[in-house]
């Protein structure tokens, strides 16, 4: 474990062995960008960013440990404007998913990284969300990032069959990172 940022060291591309048994899939490279100050309020949100991509990227049957991505933290204008122009919605939302567009014809050469796209996660709507949902900050963050990195390498919820299925395996990386069921049912409060 890698103390100073509390997430596993990086693996090669074919991964690595522990104590000969155990084999830990490669891991995407992730970048991190905060672009709005309100993130600063934030310090461990990086760290918690890079423990959700990665236990992901272990959970999926998609190899990721030659991609890259980004995620940029930015605010609810941010999101509006990214919505806006790339949906054609003009509000704030949680996180929007880019997924990269692979190039076709010649193939790129061996040691050339794959683009899996970029994630952009809203604070004031996660925070607000957090707090009407009654969920911890970084249980809804980790939630939002694996939700931003599994569209990117392919989930959607377009059908009630590809929601299911999404929301199935978001659960079972949510549990495997201690973090209840975002989906079950929330008690009323009187």
């Known amino acids: 474990m890698d103390v100073e940022n509390?997430?596993?060291?990086?693996?090669?591309?074919?991964?690595?062995?522990?104590?000969?048994?155990?084999?830990?899939?490669?891991?995407?490279?992730?970048?991190?960008?905060?672009?709005?100050?309100?993130?600063?309020?934030?310090a461990g949100a990086e760290?918690?960013?890079?423990?959700?991509?990665?236990?992901?990227?272990?959970?999926?049957?998609?190899?990721?440990?030659?991609?890259e991505l980004a995620i940029m933290l930015t605010d609810d204008a941010g999101i509006r404007t990214l919505n806006?122009?790339?949906?054609?919605?003009?509000?704030?939302?949680n996180v929007l998913s880019f997924p990269a567009l692979q190039?076709?014809?010649?193939p790129s050469p061996d040691d050339a990284p794959r683009m899996l796209g970029d994630i952009a996660i809203a604070?004031?709507?996660?925070?607000?969300?957090a707090c009407d949902e009654h969920?911890?900050?970084?249980?809804h963050l980790s939630h939002l990032t694996i939700h931003g990195f599994l569209h990117l390498i392919g989930y959607d919820h377009e059908t009630d069959e590809e929601a299911g299925e999404?929301?199935?395996?978001?659960?079972?990386?949510?549990a495997r990172l201690g973090i209840p069921d975002p989906?079950?049912?929330q008690e009323r409060m009187a």
């Open 135 to 139: 969920k911890p900050f970084d249980h």
């Open 166 to 174: 999404m929301e199935n395996l978001e659960r079972k990386i949510l």
């Open 47 to 67: 760290a918690i960013i890079h423990r959700a991509v990665e236990t992901a990227a272990g959970m999926v049957d998609t190899d990721t440990g030659d991609a």
């Open 183 to 185: 989906y079950a049912p």
């Open 123 to 129: 604070y004031e709507t996660l925070r607000r969300e």
């Open 6 to 42: 509390d997430r596993p060291p990086r693996r090669g591309a074919a991964g690595e062995r522990n104590s000969g048994t155990m084999i830990y899939p490669a891991l995407p490279a992730t970048e991190v960008l905060v672009v709005a100050e309100c993130w600063r309020a934030e």
């Open 84 to 93: 806006a122009n790339w949906r054609g919605i003009d509000k704030p939302t």
């Open 103 to 106: 190039p076709t014809g010649a």
